[in-house]
């Protein structure tokens, strides 16, 4: 199959994503728009006003970024993982295996859907932000591209759990104890400079400090870490995320028999 | 550049496949499958027919061996192999909960098909296959034999050159079973070449013209199905008179058994002939009202061949000459 095949095989697979998603609405969207409304309302109005300062931003605009980050973060995990989870489950993934479609057109596939329902559900989220403070945005260019890139790297992260996972339980176990640590300890509540210094240097190990930072940096033109640094290391996991999800799934002995 | 038309639809050459567990499923199978035929691949559960098909469809990965379809070796020219090949499989693989349209469609876009000209397809054969009404069902909600019917319409949507089917007809009613059959007909009639595994021996023996026979990952017949057919050296016929018969009835030569009043049934074997049979029914002045076949005459052949002795029991005992040359007649 030429070029012209693959990128229809990739379009249709795109937009079997994006039919997947919107048909379950109520799962997929309106519950973290409920969810990351609720923190608006819990820790930007209530708490945050008790809170003060926050690296020179009231709480309210300091938490708004991480917020929505964690918002994309983990829709663009989720959507992948389930979808692509789904698919061995159902056994529904022979449809692709079978045909001329090439390897690194069902995983761009999968991730342009994860990203696109990482980007609905952050522009959602957007959207409700605005009821609770003014965005005015410092950076356009960083703003969007630290948005693309995080997207990227967790729809990348979500399809290399779920070539690995055979149970239901083994999609969850990552979100539940790796993914919502990480995000909980990635700076969106408060900027490392509170920590100590031993937890400030661990906290750099941390890929989503550098997402919610650059975000950061985009929105209100201040971040923990440098910009140039939140670049490199979100190129450095795109980079380590795409190869390896690509060979995991060209090696595919866990999808085929 | 080839042509495709010179190539056989299917080769395979010394197939082997050992699963992780240890799990030796083909022994090394060789098999030929012409352009335009009809194909029958039989054998019992856990044979290695769908592990066979999974091979050549990408499924499954192979130990050692070579697969060529139309000419294309699936592990160098895997793309165009792919492009000839339409698959349906034995279990229900679509997603339950996409529309029916959706499905179909969808399988033209892995093809490289434009959404126009997959549309077009998908209304073909959901027409076709008489689909087309409940093209905006959710899949799940679908019949077992519209499910059936749908991977049909789905694997055809590219129109390959070869169509292979897995028990195509598992848990379909008689009378949808033989629609099916007639549409397979004229799919074959098109050129269109179609591997059939089924557990329907009426069906492998009503529609294919050659067979293959697996049993322990091995083929233990690959001919055609007359000539298999030729090999059966007796049948089993009931039949049903129209005076009461007796335990006094008198057939020589013919091994038969009382079924009751009116009915008994009788072995033919291959030096025999029914002319004889009612010469001496007509003899005891018996009127047959009707007769049949007991069990479907693949069937025997089928149960003959599998029941033949296997090299393993010719390797670890010592065989008579007799016992070796049938088993090689059935190799």
Redesign the interface.
């Known amino acids: 199959?030429?070029m012209?095949?693959?990128w229809?095989?990739f379009?249709?697979?795109v937009?079997?994503e994006i039919?997947?998603f919107l048909?379950i609405w109520v799962q997929t969207l309106v519950p973290p728009a409920i969810t990351i409304a609720l923190y608006f309302v819990i820790f930007g109005s209530l708490i945050g006003s008790r809170i003060g300062d926050m690296g020179g931003f009231d709480y309210m605009q300091f938490v708004v970024p991480g917020l929505i980050m964690m918002a994309i973060i983990q829709n663009a995990y989720g959507n992948v993982v389930s979808s692509f989870f789904g698919?061995k489950f159902?056994?529904?993934i022979?449809?692709?295996?079978?045909?001329?479609?090439k390897e690194i057109t069902i995983l761009l596939g999968y991730v342009v859907g994860g990203m696109t329902r990482g980007l609905a559900v952050g522009g959602i989220v957007t959207v409700l932000a605005l009821f609770f403070t003014d965005l005015n945005v410092h950076n356009w260019w960083v703003t969007i591209s630290m948005v693309f890139l995080t997207a990227l790297v967790f729809s990348l992260a979500g399809f290399i759990n779920a070539i690995f996972a055979e149970s239901f339980d083994d999609i969850s176990i990552i979100p539940t104890f790796v993914l919502t640590p990480m995000i909980y300890l990635g700076g969106i509540f408060y900027s490392v400079d509170l920590l100590p210094e031993f937890w400030a240097n661990v906290s750099l190990v941390n890929p989503i400090l550098y997402m919610v930072n650059g975000f950061r940096f985009g929105i209100l033109g201040a971040s923990d870490v440098g910009i140039l640094q939140a670049y490199v290391m979100l190129l450095l996991f795109v980079a380590i995320g795409f190869s390896s999800a690509l060979y995991l799934l060209t090696r595919a002995?866990r999808l085929?028999? | 550049m080839t042509n495709e038309h010179s190539f056989a639809a299917l080769e395979i050459n010394g197939l082997e496949k050992t699963y992780n567990n240890g799990f030796q499923a083909l022994k090394g199978i060789s098999l030929n499958v012409k352009a335009g035929d009809f194909f029958a691949l039989l054998g019992p559960n856990g044979a290695g027919k769908s592990t066979t098909i999974g091979v050549i469809c990408s499924l499954v990965s192979k130990t050692a061996g070579q697969v060529s379809v139309f000419g294309h070796n699936i592990d160098t020219h895997f793309t165009e192999a792919k492009q000839c090949i339409g698959v349906v499989p034995q279990e229900f693989n679509f997603n339950q909960f996409e529309k029916v349209l959706d499905i179909v469609i969808t399988q033209g876009g892995y093809y490289g098909l434009p959404r126009r000209v997959a549309l077009e397809r998908a209304e073909k054969y959901l027409r076709l296959l008489d689909l087309w009404d409940m093209r905006g069902m959710v899949s799940r909600t679908l019949s077992g034999g519209m499910k059936r019917r749908l991977m049909i319409a789905r694997a055809l949507v590219h129109e390959p050159k070869l169509l292979i089917l897995d028990e195509p007809t598992a848990g379909v009613d008689i009378e949808l079973r033989r629609s099916m059959w007639e549409f397979l007909e004229k799919v074959n009639a098109t050129g269109t070449t179609i591997i059939l595994t089924t557990h329907y021996l009426e069906e492998a023996e009503s529609l294919c013209r050659n067979i293959a026979i697996i049993d322990a990952g091995t083929i233990i017949e690959n001919t055609s199905m007359k000539a298999l057919l030729r090999k059966l050296t007796r049948e089993v016929f009931v039949l049903d008179t129209k005076e009461g018969i007796s335990t006094e009835l008198k057939l020589p030569g013919f091994v038969f058994r009382l079924m009751d009043e009116h009915c008994f049934e009788v072995e033919v074997d291959q030096h025999q002939t029914l002319n004889q049979l009612f010469e001496l029914l007509a003899e005891q002045g018996i009127t047959i009202t009707s007769m049949r076949n007991k069990a479907n005459r693949l069937e025997e052949m089928f149960v003959s061949v599998l029941n033949a002795p296997d090299d393993s029991e010719a390797n670890d005992s010592e065989v008579d000459s007799s016992t070796t040359q049938a088993k090689g007649a059935a190799v």
């Not at chain 1, 022979?94 to 479609?101: D, H, I, N, Y």
């Open positions: 199959m030429n012209l095949g693959q229809i095989a379009k249709t697979i937009y079997r039919r997947r048909r698919t159902q056994r529904n022979e449809e692709m295996l079978v045909a001329p479609v002995e085929r028999s």
